[in-house]
């Protein structure tokens, strides 16, 4: 190879890792960082963390089985209502536990601690993606 091609190689490949590294720092320096925490708070929301991880494993199990049987070359219809009657109940139990766990923080928050918690976003997420890919939405 010459040495042309070589310089134009290298300089090709400098050209790319800045582009690189220069991606990546811009990334970092744009991500949304967390607005509070509270530490107050912590070991409570750790402890119904566990629960409410333990709900949503089990509620994924029962969905993934409720899968299963709608894929099974046999559908047995009977079986696949009372599994999905199954699901709902652990989806039901997950909610709720959820809504109780955020009831309960929030009786413990004063009022400024809980306008910002509860409102670290004010849009949902989806809607966010969606107008931002989309300037002409807004």
Same mark, same amino acid.
């Given at each position: 190879?010459?040495?042309r091609?070589?310089?134009?190689?290298?300089?090709?490949s400098?050209?790319f890792n800045?582009t690189l590294?220069?991606?990546?720092l811009y990334?970092?320096? %744009? #991500?949304?960082h967390?607005?509070?925490? &509270?530490?107050?708070h912590?070991? $409570?929301?750790?402890?119904?963390?566990? /629960?409410i991880r333990?709900?949503?494993?089990?509620?994924g199990e029962t969905?993934?089985?409720? %899968? #299963?049987?709608l894929?099974h070359p046999? &559908?047995?219809?009977?079986v696949? $209502?009372?599994?999905?009657?199954?699901? /709902?109940?652990?989806?039901?139990?997950l909610e709720?536990?959820?809504?109780?766990?955020?009831?309960e923080?929030r009786?413990?928050?004063?009022?400024?601690?809980?306008?910002?918690?509860?409102?670290r976003s004010?849009r949902?997420k989806?809607e966010?993606?969606?107008?931002?890919?989309?300037?002409?939405?807004?």
């Amino acid at each position: 190879m010459n040495n042309r091609i070589k310089n134009v190689l290298l300089i090709a490949s400098v050209v790319f890792n800045l582009t690189l590294v220069g991606f990546l720092l811009y990334r970092q320096a %744009m #991500k949304p960082h967390p607005p509070h925490h &509270f530490p107050v708070h912590q070991e $409570r929301m750790s402890n119904n963390r566990m /629960i409410i991880r333990n709900k949503f494993k089990q509620f994924g199990e029962t969905k993934q089985e409720f %899968m #299963k049987l709608l894929a099974h070359p046999e &559908f047995n219809e009977d079986v696949v $209502r009372d599994k999905l009657e199954e699901v /709902i109940i652990k989806q039901e139990d997950l909610e709720r536990s959820i809504g109780e766990s955020l009831i309960e923080l929030r009786r413990e928050m004063t009022a400024k601690e809980a306008e910002t918690f509860f409102n670290r976003s004010k849009r949902p997420k989806t809607e966010q993606k969606t107008q931002d890919r989309n300037p002409r939405r807004r």
